[in-house]
Structure formats: C-alpha cells, structure tokens
C-alpha cells in the first residue's frame, strides 16, 4: 500500500490521497492522470491493468487501486 500511496501523491501532489474517498467523482485525476496511473502501477508492481480493468469502481481510492493491483498479481 505504501508503493501506492507514493505513486498517488506524485501523480496528485497536494492532494490528501490516504484520506480522498472518490477520485474520480472529486475530479482529483482526469484521463491522463488515470494513464500516468496505469503506467506507473503497471511499472511498478509488473502487471498489466488491461482497458477491461478501467473502470471507475477499480480507481476509487487507494484501497480499490491496491485491491486491483493485488488481483492482477495473483
């Protein structure tokens, strides 16, 4: 988790990530922040987040972000 939160705060400097509930719906990342995103967790972690993975409800927050993350690592 702590891998991702670092990622976030970089991709939304200024932005209390551990504690935003919605990123999508609070407008913290738009479609290139999702992009830079996927990149950095695809780098990161070694998986692939897939278009089909794109989906508002994987994004959230950091926990549904980990929880795609860990899927894709299974």
């Known amino acids: 988790m702590e891998d991702i939160i670092k990622i976030l ?3 939304a400097p200024g932005v209390d990530v551990e504690n935003e509930t919605d990123f999508i719906e609070h ?4 479609s290139l922040s999702i992009m830079r995103l996927v990149v950095m967790l695809n780098e990161e972690f ?3 987040i897939t278009p ?3 989906t ?3 994004f959230k ?3 549904t972000i980990y929880e ?3 899927r894709l690592e299974d």
């Open 27 to 30: 407008k913290v990342f738009d």
């Open 56 to 58: 508002p409800e994987n």
């Open 52 to 54: 089909v993975d794109l």
């Open 46 to 48: 070694d998986v692939e």
């Open 68 to 70: 795609l993350v860990k």
């Open 61 to 63: 927050n950091k926990e």
């Open 9 to 11: 705060k970089e991709i």
